[in-house]
């Protein structure tokens, strides 16, 4: 309370010797004030509804009324109006009954000094700034509440809803608050997780049951404990029910885009080798229908159509390879069996280019998975290194593995010729690819069995000097 500003003090006192002696005292204080009188319980609501109040001292008793009764008006028609007791009465009873009557504070008569009234005063001041400040404080909390474009919900440990926003109501189409109060919110959530009960500010999916023929899908937002003591929490939901089905939708269409450009290119891939099959047929038809005098060798022909077969064969190979890994058959083995295993698989193609294979591999450790899904992913990432080096140059091979934050990191490096930027983003795309006579298949089978790993693969590469995957998968011991 700044001391710069008068205020006006109403003392209400049925004894003139009474309000004499607190008026004397009253002066004596610290700050500005202005003094008014009133000697009854009616001239104090006249005083009151007249003139604006800074603070009220009332005597606790008024003739016919008690102070307690105009304290009580008061807080009625003029809250956060500040109120000091006095009462020459030194029972507890009567203490209790003030407090619980809202009086700010109370003295005792022939008890109180200048500097008692002094900081009742400031007290009785403060805590009504306080208490004003709190309750718009509810106010605005309040119209958040009741007005919020999402849907809140109040409830106990039950799962009984205490209260709800204009929103939730409108949901499950009430018109009144006490028609969804002690219902059990879990009858309407799928499924049914309640982890918010003790987790605040949990963020997941549920699927709300409108009624039997409705159902929405919302994202509980927030969870938090408004009430400790009482274990109450607000559950806020946001309706995400059109954005799941626009995301269906988009799958939907992302899955038919896909679909065409998988028939188009198989179609294409497998159309020449198969055209190169059928003309070799007609002419070794043609060949044979001669006599054999005449007959030329068929086996070029022959060289042909199984060279084709094959292409066919492993175009369906890699395609499988690259859709086939929804299963995965975990078990434990050691990471550098893994990569061993991996390389021999590549060895001749390193020993006729001649490359240098530097490792640097943990020794015992354990990773837990599906080890010969993993071998396929590792070994398109080496197929590519291999390929990318330079024939029978310096070529060199890095791979070095690292453990931390209870995942293991393996990185295969080569100073190859590198992918061009603009490419790098497509390399998990299916059936892209650089490669001549290559299907785009390889690395789409890497991503997609280190992802059911719950792995991640990076590629960092720079056209002349190289190319490097970074494979990070989880570990268990």
Known sequence: MGTNKSIKILVVEDDEADFFLLEIRLRKTSFQKEITWANSYEAAIEELNSETVDLVIVDYKLGAYTGLELVSYINDKFPFTPTILLTGLKAAAIDEEALKSGVYDYLAKDEYTVNDIDRSIRYAIEKSKVLKSLKESENKFKNLFENSVAYIFLIDSDHLVIDANKSALKLLRFNEK????????ADHISPKIFEFHTQEHTSVEIEFSIDKAEKKVFCILNSSIVDEEKNIHQLVLHDITERKLNEQKEKLLEKQVLTGKVARIIGHEIKNPL???????????????????????????????????????????????????DTINSREFYLHDLLDETLLLVQDRVQLKKI????????????IGDKE????ALLN????????????ESGRIQ????????????????NGKGIPEHDLHKLFEPFFTSKQGGTGLGLVATYNIIAKHDGSIKVKSETGKGTTFFISIPIEK
């Open 356 to 367: 240098v294979i530097k490792k640097n591999i943990h020794a015992n450790l354990i990773l």
């Open 275 to 325: 055209t190169s099959i059928h003309l070799s047929i007609a002419e070794l038809r043609y060949v044979l229908e001669k006599t054999p005098a005449e007959q030329e060798d068929p086996e070029e022909l022959l060289q042909i159509i199984e060279r084709n077969a094959r292409r066919i064969d492993m175009l369906l190979e890699d395609l499988l390879n690259a859709t086939r890994f």
């Open 381 to 392: 990432v080496l197929v590519n290194a291999v390929e990318a080096v330079a024939e029978k």
């Open 373 to 376: 899904k993993l071998m396929i």
């Open 178 to 185: 006490d028609e969804i109060t002690g219902m059990n919110i």
């Open 399 to 414: 791979i070095a593995t690292s453990f931390a934050d209870k995942k293991v990191s393996i990185e295969i490096a080569d």
